[in-house]
């Protein structure tokens, strides 16, 4: 195998690779806000026109190829121990975004007390980032075709990759026929394809480098094998993040997502590109110690991403007191009568012991004019005297 280490063409070719990943990261989340100023532009003047009609949108849309690309070309010059956890670098870029340009939730008042956990994983997060790629792996390997079988045939990948579907076959299991739709059953196997989709991206795209170089990799036919594998991982991938979007809270996904998918992707890279094999301990430590402070990091940003709970009111009349109370208590629909009037479909809570209700009636309710009928029986009872 073609394995550059430690030299100047190494160095260089991981520091393109980093810094094109960098640079699509803070692409895509820009991107990102950009269209989420569209959508929220258009909803707040009633503007007729849909999202994809406006200029704000496509431009988004733009710069999200642009980073996507800048993403998909890093991984031909740096290895996936340095590639992936860069993810962090889009978290950190929209939640800022989010403050600066999108304006969202700017209270000065409960700021500090609010976000203080939030600039913490900033801190971490930049921190943790700068660890990584100081400490991380430096080799650089020519991901030629040949060097791509030798890497498949090898029993260490066989083994990762058997272990891996095995796994993926019992979540599967256990999703579809015990309906057990557990947030990390679900993100567990999102990452096990993610493994799948970066080693494969990472293949296709050096290859595709050399292609352009000159040496010419696209009639192996690896190529489109592992062509194939990338787009079907892909495609499976964004099914099962689209349920767990549906199942459970996104700020949860964001950070459970990358914790999980970059720690596949690290084993994935160290045991089909052995990357991690001439380093030593110190750098292997402070790589984890900086990737961990990475998912803290995320996961401190994440967490202050709650979705609001809704205020709905109702009002409730109290027999005693007569005196209407709005209550933001949600509980269920349609209770029974516990001794107070409700007005809507909600219980009133205020603990009112239950009224009495007279069990013997002298009359049986007849209806409303049976009142009027036993006042009109005197008057019957003339006319037919008179008769």
Known sequence: MDLSRAGGGSYTDNLIGTLLAIFGNLLVSISLSIQKYSHVTLAGTKDPRAFYRTKTWWSGFVFTCLGEAANFVSYAFAPLALVAPLNAVSVLTSSILGFIFLREKSKPKDFAKNYGLTFLGYILTIGGTYLFVSFGPNSHEKLQAENIVKHLVGWP???????E??????????YKQRSANYLIII???VSLLGSVTVITVKAVSGMLVLTVEGNMQLNYPIFHVLFVCMVASVVFQARFLSQACKLHDSSLIASVNYILSTFFAVVAGAVFYLEFNNEDVLHICMFVLGTAFCFLGVFLITKSRKSTKTFEPYVTMDMTNGVPVIHDKGLVVQPDFNGSFSYGALV?????????VPVTLEQ????????DASHDQPDLKKDLKKD
């Open 364 to 371: 049986p309710p007849v209806g409303s004019r049976s009142t």
């Open 187 to 189: 993100l567990l196997m």
């Open 165 to 174: 579907i095995i796994t993926f076959c019992l979540l599967l299991y256990f």
């Open 348 to 356: 009133n809570n205020d603990g009112v012991a239950p009224a009495t």
């Open 157 to 163: 990948v066989l083994l990762y990759l058997l272990l």
